[in-house]
């Protein structure tokens, strides 16, 4: 069963949130973590994870904090969960492209192919327009 790790989820939510922010605009890290309600040293082993794979920058200082380096619509949201879950795989074991010990490859196979898609062709600028029209969600920062 594919499951995404709250690491994972946070993740997301890091990005997201940053993504809401205008343009090369840093958020400091206390803000994520009062939004978020974690803890400053969960918060930065995260964000340090994304930030060695080239998706945010972070700066020391009064006007430091973290942003994206690209433009939302250029983030997948395939691309994030696999920073911090690695690969997105639904059962068993991969072997090159095989699934091996499991049985019923081929409906696997196409599973994890109907996720694989689904994430990577959303984007965080898709992400921010449903939060924005979801009305149980709280915009703040």
Not at 21 to 43: D, F, I
Not at 58 to 81: D, F, T
Request: aromatic fraction near 8%.
């Amino acid at each position: 069963m594919l499951k995404i790790s709250t690491r994972g989820q946070y993740a997301l939510l890091i990005m997201t949130t940053l993504a809401e922010q205008p343009e090369n605009t840093y958020v400091p890290l206390k803000l994520l973590s009062h939004r978020q309600n974690l803890s400053n040293k969960y918060l930065e082993q995260i964000l340090i994870q994304l930030s060695k794979k080239g998706l945010v920058t972070g700066a020391r200082g009064i006007n430091g904090g973290y942003k994206l380096n690209r433009k939302p619509e250029q983030y997948s949201v395939g691309e994030i969960l696999r920073c911090s879950e690695g690969e997105l795989s639904s059962h068993g074991v991969h072997k090159g492209n095989t699934i091996t010990n499991v049985g019923n490859q081929a409906f696997w196979q196409d599973f994890d192919k109907l996720i694989n898609d689904y994430v990577d062709n959303t984007t965080l600028d898709i992400l921010v327009e449903k939060n924005k029209a979801d009305p149980g969600f709280e915009y703040c920062i």
